[in-house]
């Protein structure tokens, strides 16, 4: 018994493998030269506000330190 429970276990499991792949043979993908063509004129269009690129204010940080430590 415990035999046909594992056929039919295992069965159901490849039943949902191919499913799963059939799924994903029938995505629509756009090809890798115009996703990085993309990506390349999201960066540049946005350079200007990324943090990373300009820096922050020490105004407006609000990770800079309140007060400095001062050693006596």
Do not use: W
């Amino acid at each position: 018994m415990s035999g046909k429970v594992c056929s039919s276990n295992s069965v159901m499991q490849a039943r949902r493998t191919v499913d799963q792949l059939r799924v994903e043979a029938n995505t629509d993908r756009i090809k890798i030269s115009i996703a990085a063509a993309q990506l390349v004129q999201y960066c540049q269009e946005h350079s200007r506000s990324d943090p990373l690129l300009t820096g922050i204010a020490t105004s407006s940080n609000p990770f800079k330190d309140k007060k400095t430590c001062v050693l006596l």
